[in-house]
């Protein structure tokens, strides 16, 4: 009798109990487009649409024990790293990772805030550095993001090329700029490949303030391509159309008093089946 499995995704990241980011905005993601999803969860912040208001720490080494709990028994086919916000916690999933090279690996260096403010501490964003980078396939900072990581300011098209330039020298392979801070009627992200190529990719701007969990979306988004056996271009294209997509059937919806979630699930994949052998 043949077999089948699943394309797994692990998602490596923190809670959201109003269900549009972290770790619920993974999973939506991976589900909607036909893969199947496993979890490790980081830390536990209190939020709602309105905003976090607390955070409760995970133990360092139940975070340790449930990576190597999950690689054990369900191997993924790509990972996603979300918010990391210790030093501990960086060196803990770097060292569980780091003897699995062949896992293609999305990080989203949530470090800023939508309101302008640093959401981690310097020595936090070394260690990402020093530590993530190298085993990291791909990261996708925003423009804030970007700028942080780079020294520069990052305020136009330009400034996210030059930006984007100097992150690859850091040690990361592939950076993903996203443009949705941009003020303007198109948003443009900028993709450079390993190889030193660059694509621009455009969308049109909605009139929305449900967009939170948009950048959660879109690396889990990556993620589940590169686990559907995309590469690295084709998963990007497609999880920009994905994205754009999301934020367009649910721009008109109210979830919550504060900026509401996208809609994941616009048009589900079914749950991928490929054969054993």
Partial sequence: MKQYTYPSVLTIAGFDGSGGAGIQ????TFSALGCYATSVLTALPVQNTQGVQ???PIPIA?????????????MPAAIKIGMVHTPQLVETIATSLSHYPKIPIVFDPVMVATSGHTLIEADTIQTIMDRLFPIADIITPN??????????DVKN??????????????GCKHVLVKGGHQQTATLTSLFFEENGQYTAFETKKFTTKNTHGSGCTLSSAIAAYLARGENFHTAVALAQDYIYKAIKHGKDV????????????????????????
């Fill in 254 to 277: 109210v979830i919550g008093k504060g900026n509401g979630p996208l809609n994941h699930f616009f048009n589900p994949d079914k749950l991928i089946k490929n054969e054993l052998v």
């Fill in 54 to 56: 607390k955070i409760y």
């Fill in 143 to 152: 423009m804030d993001e970007a700028a942080l990581l780079a020294g520069i």
């Fill in 62 to 74: 139940a975070v340790s024990d449930q990576i190597a709990a999950i690689l054990d028994d369900i």
């Fill in 157 to 170: 098209l330009d400034d996210m090329h030059q930006a984007a330039k100097i992150i690859q020298t850091l």
């Fill in 25 to 28: 905005a993974d999973i939506k």
